[in-house]
Structures are given as structure tokens and as C-alpha cells.
């Protein structure tokens, strides 16, 4: 990560993003929010903790107060400006993942432990800072080991859900067309994102058989993208929620009716990779 010219701040992406945050609030409940960003700053702040020496930037305390404010204040043009100048004045991917977004989140859950912050400043600026982390992301993706010439994928039911037989049906085709299928049924929210982010599948897919756990796909999806941000993600639901309803709230890539055009399209793709 501390090759600068391997990385891109996406701008299109962070705005996308920003708005899907955006429609979480006024779609699910204080409750359910509450976990959420409480999942962006926890996992956000552990960044730092989960890496290798050498040791992580420390970005200037008067510099991390800006950031901070900015997100705060509802102003992330002026955040993104700020992360914009550290880069061009050479300060490294790395750098800002650690020594900004990290430390900004730090900052963030002391500042609401506090009581320092509303809870609408934070969930705003939590969703600021998880945008910035789906923007500035690899220009190109490097596969995990021994996964240049394999099509991967992880199946898992969504946690909570206690039906695992569409998700096994769907995992016993896609291996009978090629695929290297990791199935894991019944997995609680926390081990279920620790099996994604060392397996690094090319995609996780995701079972979602009833309407009352989308705010639970929700919050995995979330943990998903922050923990393992190049694996994309399929939702197949077998019309538990509508295709509209869950992209409205979930960050998810692809939603699916049935299998068979999961797998139609998920294979199209795979082909485009050179994963055949």
C-alpha cells in the first residue's frame, strides 16, 4: 500500500457510496444505524492495529482536527481536498489509510463515547469515512495466492437466517460448473466476516430468505467492504425483499431472483477475469 501510484481515490465511487449512507438514515431505524456506525469506526479504527510494522503514519494533530471537522460538519469536499493535498504533497496510500481514516475514526468513537457529538454528526461522518475507504482502493486488483486460474466464491446464509438449504442447492451447482465454492451455514455476523477476509473470494454470495434480516445484510455488507474491499457481493433472495428495496439500503453489487441467473452472469464475469 505504500506504492502511491497504485492507488486512486475514486471519485464517482465515493459519491455513490456517500449517497447509499445517505439513504441508510432515512431508511432503517436509530437502533440499526447506531450499529452501523458503530461497525464503520470500530473496524475503521482497528485498521491500524491489524497491520505490520513498519509503524503507521501519524498525520498532524491540527491536520486530523480539519478532517475530522470537515466530516462532521458536512462538508466532505473540503475532507476530500485535504486527503487530495497529503497525496500530491507524497504522502502514501498507506499513509492516509493510518494516519487520516484510522485516526479520524479513533477520534470519532472517543468523540461520541463523550458525548462530544450528536449521533447524527457521527453516523454522517462515519459514512463519510467508509465512502473514503470504497474510494481509494487498488487501480488494479491483485488475486489472492493461487487464485490467478480458479473461479472462487464464497455462499453463506445471512446471519440470523436459519434456512441454509437454497444456499447449499445454489453452492452444489456453481461447483458442479467449476467453481471453488467455501459454504458456510449459521455463522454469526463477527465470524462470518473473519472467514471472508482471510479466504479473500473473488465474490461472496449471500442468501437472503427473509425481509427482517435486510438491516442484518446491511451491516454485514458493510463489514465486507471494509474488511475485504475488493470481493464483490451477490444477493439472491428468492423475492424475500425486492431488488430495489435491497440495493436502496444494502452495498451490494449484484441482486439475484434465482440461481441460474446468478450463475449465468457471476460466470460471464469470471470469463472476463480469465477465471474460466
Known amino acids: 500500500m505504500d506504492d502511491r501510484g497504485n492507488f486512486i481515490l475514486d471519485q464517482d465511487l465515493f459519491v455513490q457510496t456517500s449517497d447509499l449512507f445517505a439513504r441508510k438514515q432515512n431508511a432503517l431505524s436509530p437502533e440499526i444505524l447506531h450499529d452501523l456506525a458503530r461497525s464503520v469506526i470500530t473496524r475503521a479504527a482497528s485498521l491500524t492495529l491489524a497491520q505490520d510494522p513498519p509503524l503507521p503514519h501519524v498525520a498532524p494533530p491540527e491536520r486530523l482536527k480539519a478532517f475530522c471537522d470537515h466530516l462532521l460538519s458536512d462538508d466532505p469536499d473540503a475532507g476530500l481536498a485535504l486527503i487530495r493535498q497529503e497525496r500530491r504533497d507524497g504522502l502514501s496510500a498507506r499513509d492516509v489509510y493510518f494516519g487520516y481514516i484510522s485516526a479520524a475514526a479513533r477520534r470519532l468513537g472517543t468523540l461520541w463515547e463523550e458525548d462530544a457529538v450528536t449521533f447524527a454528526q457521527v453516523t454522517t461522518a462515519s ?50 460448473e467449476g467453481w471453488d465454492i467455501d459454504l458456510h451455514l449459521g455463522l454469526g455476523h463477527n465470524d462470518l466476516v473473519d472467514r471472508i477476509a482471510a479466504a479473500r473470494p473473488e465474490i461472496v454470495g449471500l442468501s437472503l430468505s427473509s425481509p427482517e434480516r435486510l438491516a442484518a445484510l446491511t451491516r454485514l455488507c458493510v463489514s465486507i467492504r471494509l474488511s475485504a474491499p475488493e470481493t464483490l457481493i451477490a444477493v439472491a433472495g428468492s423475492g424475500a425483499a425486492d431488488e430495489a428495496r435491497v440495493r436502496q439500503v444494502a452495498d451490494v453489487d449484484y441482486v439475484f431472483s434465482d ?18
Open 127 to 176: 459514512g463519510y469515512l467508509y465512502a473514503m475507504l470504497r474510494a481509494l482502493r487498488p487501480a488494479r486488483r491483485d488475486p489472492a495466492p493461487g487464485s490467478a486460474s480458479r473461479k472462487h466464491a464464497l455462499f453463506a446464509n445471512v446471519p440470523g437466517e436459519d434456512h441454509g438449504i437454497g444456499v447449499s442447492m445454489a453452492a452444489d451447482l456453481f461447483r458442479r
Open 259 to 276: 440461481v441460474d441467473a446468478a450463475q449465468a452472469q457471476l460466470a460471464r464475469l469470471m470469463h472476463m477475469r480469465g477465471r474460466d
